[in-house]
């Protein structure tokens, strides 16, 4: 189950169509997005204290939304029995806690620190149910992982991991900035519109393998090539080959003519 | 010396020096866009450069192979032949993977400057009488150049190059009645065969190549045959060409353009990651990667796949898939368009006189809207390609992006016709030589229909005037033979006969094709020669060089800031 898809309603579907067109219409307009993006969070500070610290969080940052005790809440949905791993995931990656509604949290910096976090966890799982715990990542087989990856992985997150989107506005986002333990939670929480792949799907050798080659896309070694255009494949490229290349060979076209007297 | 006795050798058995004494004396127009051609035929001869290195080692087959090479994510995978060594070619060969992404760069420079050249020729009517036969060759070249582009691209058998040939299969067979067959006939099975990358192969380094070279030298010798085309200006005329000879200047300018292609796809090639085939992983049927878009090229098939709606219509009993009018149709149209261009235009305009002057496009705004309606109307659709990608950047659902495409589509090229029209007709009709020059009352005037005076007057056949005044032909002898030249005092224009001639007569025979009508005087010897340039070429090195210098203080001056904010480096 979902855990945090709050459901934003999206004014009117014409307010989004006009987007497009006011990206075809020129960049200037490309500010126009930024507006929806998550306002630094006021966090609150957190007084320090063991088993204190990680009620407190929760109060102050989390409980508006879903309950005191996690049973969720018009806003919220239930954090009962959505496991360690999860709450780790949604935290640490600075998806959680959330400005305001929105359909997709983006990532964002943690708003909390390690310890924090620790302590929200250790809080949440208090209130039972049972969950993915966090995973222990080791080191994996990259050809397995590549080979698991294309499988299942590539078709939303694509083949480069650069993400992609996917029905009604939600996106698949790249991989790029997950670390090994976000990446394996992520595989057994499925956040989002991502599926679940519990350790009947996918042994914890397998999530190990994938969190290798997740790894690996990191590295700017795959790039080997040169500037990988943000890996968004050839349009991206028929972009660069128009607006530099051919661009640069027109104007030198026009300055060797110019030379001539013309 | 080596070379001049060479030379005479060959001169005396094969009488070479008529005909290269000719060769070196054709006229090239000076206009810069008369070079945008060349930009492809340099970039097909970038192509062929870097395919032969390609060739010697690439494995056309898809036969089974276990990779082993630096690539550690896929050690031990078996993956075809071709996706193997299009994977040693990226990762174990010496400067492999620069010459394969120099070759995709240059078949990406190739279409498009295709592209921008063929815009060049329609907007200037230089598609015109007697030129119709070279425009067909250049549309097949075009095609030529889509399909190549296509086959070099689905050649390495990596996932992304897939999925484009399993849509291009999917779109053959959603012809009715034949569609299947010829799938089967073309890949000798059902998708994927084995025998579809040997004959891609095939297709891609032998068949098509063939057929462009061959195609490209028709193309020049037409225009050797038939001579350029030129800007109508003081001093030319429907019966000559003014510009440069082929040698010294004009070779000069095109060796020049040759090594900006060249550098420009090899920086590119270098600097620029395109086509990462060992990301994509190699092609299995089952796996998909997202966002996919083919080159660019092509991606208006795409796009019109992507927006046209899911209506399938029976007939005759056979079932008629969606893919067959955006895939098959549109495309088909689209090229038999090109094709029937010129005979359209002569059709609907009743002009069937020969034009060696070139239209500006103002003077055809009918033309000028046609083009602009086409070209917005295949730019929408090569945006509807990345759909997915503007629905990942503006984070809106893709349907929602999809529907205002397909309005986009259907709406926007027909605006943009109608604005080139209108704003075609106030530049002929104003002074106004640029569009910036254009007022208001300009393009209140232009609403109004074309006068029938207007249409008449632009095709006016050009009359030998009897007297010109201020423009006169001048003869002298040079040595043993006559030169000839022609000079136009009130337009400060004087134009040097590109070829001596052994007599007088001849000389003052070529003077009058070239300008009828125009009288003729002797004079004792050439004409001074122009004030030395070198003062100006300093002036100009001068202003470059302190230019680049700023530049590169600059450039020191940010990266000094940045570490200095970072830091020292780290080791």
Redesign the interface.
Known sequence: MAVWTYRWRPPA?AA??G???A??AGPAVLAA?AA?APAPTSVAPAPTGGQDQGENLYRQNCASCHGDQGQGGPRGPSLIGVGAASVDFQVGTGRMPIPHEMQ?PRRGEPAFSADEIAALVEHVTSFGGGGPAIPQVEPGS??T???LF??NC???H????????L???W?APPLYEATPVQVAEAIRVGPGLMPVFPSQVFTDQQVNDLTA?VQ??RSER????????G????????????A???G???A??????????? | MIMDRLARALDDRLRLSPLTRRALAKVFPDHWSFMLGEIALYSLVALVLTGVFLTLFFDPSSADRVYHGSYAPLEGTTTSAAYASTMRLSWDVRAGLLIRQTHHWAALIFVAAILVHLVRIFFTGAFRKPREANWLVGVTMLMLALANGFTGYSMPDDLLSGLGLRIIVSVVESIPVVGSRLVSLGLGGEFPSDEMIPRLFVTHVLLVPAALVALVSVHLAMIVRQKHTQFPGPGRTEHNVVGSRLYPSYSLRSLALLAWVLAVLFALGGLVQINPVWLYGPFDPAQATSPAQPDWYVAWGDGALRLFPPWEIRLAGHLVPAPFFPGVVLGGVTFLALYAWPFLERWCTGDRRAHQLLDRPRDHPIRTGVGVTALTFFAVLVVAAGDDIIARLLRVPVYDVLNVLRVMVLVLPLLTGALAVLLARALRRSEATHLGDLTRADLRAARRPARADERTTADEPELPAPDRPGERIELWPDGEQWRWRYRNEPAGVAILGNRKAPTEREAADSARLAYPGVDHVMVPGPPPPPPHPVRAALRRWATTAIGASLLAAALRHRRRRRWGRNGPRPK
């Open positions: 579907r989004t169509a987007a497009v067109l990206l075809a997005p929806v997709q990259l050809p992982g590549r080979e294309a499988a590539a078709p939303c694509g083949g480069t991991g650069a993400g992609t989107e029905t009604n506005g996106i080659y690996s896309l795959l790039d080997r090539g040169g500037n990988p255009l890996r968004l494949g050839p349009l991206a490229e028929g972009l660069v080959a128009w530099v290349a051919l640069l060979l027109v030198a076209a026009r300055w060797l003519g110019r030379g001539a007297g013309e």
